[in-house]
């Protein structure tokens, strides 16, 4: 008897510590998700500019935050609202141009001083 008891204990001795290799290899070793911020709603994803902060930090390729010189964290100013339309579009809206005079401006620029469009077909010799 004293035999099989101690085949049994051996037995479950080594199932115990199989399972525990295969549970530690298990474990999931991704970083936390970062929290939402309270300017974001967690239900939408919608961002509320009114909430956000005027400066916010810089991450590095690391996820932890730039330091400067000085050992405090490299700050960005937020732009809020939306982002500024192109000086055209500006001009358009805010009648100093037609938009075919923008156009026209527009169709000089891409013209190299050969007369070849940059971006367009290069013509046949």
Request: zero cysteines.
């Amino acid at each position: 008897m004293k035999l099989k008891s101690k085949v049994t204990v051996g037995v479950l001795a080594a199932v115990i510590v199989a399972g525990g290799a295969v549970a530690a290899g298990a474990v999931d070793n991704r970083p936390a998700q970062p929290k939402i911020p309270p300017w974001v709603d967690a239900k939408t994803g919608i961002v509320d500019q009114s909430k956000m902060p005027d400066y916010m930090p810089v991450p590095g390729p690391d996820g932890k935050n730039l330091k400067g010189a000085d050992g405090k964290d490299v700050m960005v100013q937020v732009r809020k609202g939306p982002p500024p339309l192109p000086q055209a579009e500006q001009d358009i809206l805010s009648g100093k141009k037609t938009r075919t005079q923008v156009e026209a401006e527009q169709a000089k620029e891409t013209k190299a001083p050969g007369g070849v469009e940059e971006y367009g077909d290069i013509p046949a010799k």
